[in-house]
């Protein structure tokens, strides 16, 4: 996915799909993204104008309004190489209970450890990466409802013991 950003007319900037299908800033703007995390690694996603009402708009601020916690969005034209190896750390530290903005610094960290070419640690490469928003880490709910079941079971279980003891007094 590509992200491009129209400088003269904000809401014409979008994504672009690799099927040449294109998702517009006021598309965005009108959508229910209500998630914890949106990690927008396209080029220019934190780019901005101003409107004529003095509004900033910009594809992350558009994941924000439309009731997405936090965003991953980039400042410049991030190359592609390099965004991949930061995601992929990036993924791990969040999937170890990191907070975003720590598996974020991490995966920069990492990248700069990792990376053998002089030229490549250049700010450029990495430092393109921002963290707007809430920064807690992202909690696995896809497993909640096995908790809920096995709490909702334990109390079932515990209420027949309690009745099975007050009939035996």
Same mark, same amino acid.
């Given at each position: 996915?590509?992200?491009?950003?129209?400088?003269?007319?904000?809401?014409?900037?979008?994504?672009?799909?690799?099927?040449?299908?294109?998702?517009?800033?006021?598309?965005?703007?009108?959508?229910?993204?209500?998630?914890?995390?949106?990690?927008?690694?396209?080029?220019?996603?934190?780019?901005?104008?101003?409107?004529?009402?003095?509004?900033?708009?910009?594809?992350?601020?558009?994941?924000?309004?439309?009731?997405?916690?936090?965003?991953?969005?980039?400042?410049?034209?991030?190359?592609?190489?390099?965004? !991949?190896?930061?995601? $992929?750390? +990036?993924?791990?530290?969040?999937?170890?209970?990191?907070?975003?903005?720590?598996? *974020? #610094? =991490?995966?920069?960290?990492?990248?700069?450890?990792?990376?053998?070419?002089?030229?490549?640690?250049?700010?450029?490469?990495?430092?393109?990466?921002?963290?707007?928003?809430?920064?807690?880490?992202?909690?696995?709910? !896809?497993?909640?409802? $096995?908790? +809920?079941?096995?709490?909702?079971?334990?109390?079932?279980?515990?209420?027949?013991? *309690? #009745? =099975?003891?007050?009939?035996?007094?």
């Amino acid at each position: 996915m590509h992200a491009s950003v129209d400088k003269d007319k904000p809401g014409l900037s979008h994504f672009m799909f690799s099927n040449e299908e294109k998702l517009f800033l006021e598309e965005l703007y009108a959508l229910k993204i209500p998630t914890d995390l949106a990690v927008l690694s396209a080029c220019n996603t934190a780019v901005g104008n101003e409107d004529s009402s003095l509004n900033i708009n910009s594809l992350h601020r558009a994941f924000n309004y439309a009731g997405t916690k936090a965003t991953i969005a980039s400042l410049w034209e991030v190359p592609d190489e390099s965004t !991949s190896q930061i995601m $992929i750390s +990036f993924y791990e530290y969040l999937k170890e209970g990191e907070n975003k903005y720590s598996a *974020l #610094q =991490k995966a920069k960290i990492d990248y700069l450890k990792n990376t053998k070419v002089e030229k490549l640690k250049h700010p450029y490469y990495w430092a393109g990466f921002v963290l707007y928003g809430d920064d807690s880490p992202v909690v696995d709910s !896809s497993n909640s409802w $096995i908790w +809920f079941l096995v709490g909702f079971a334990f109390i079932v279980v515990f209420m027949i013991l *309690l #009745q =099975k003891n007050r009939k035996a007094k």
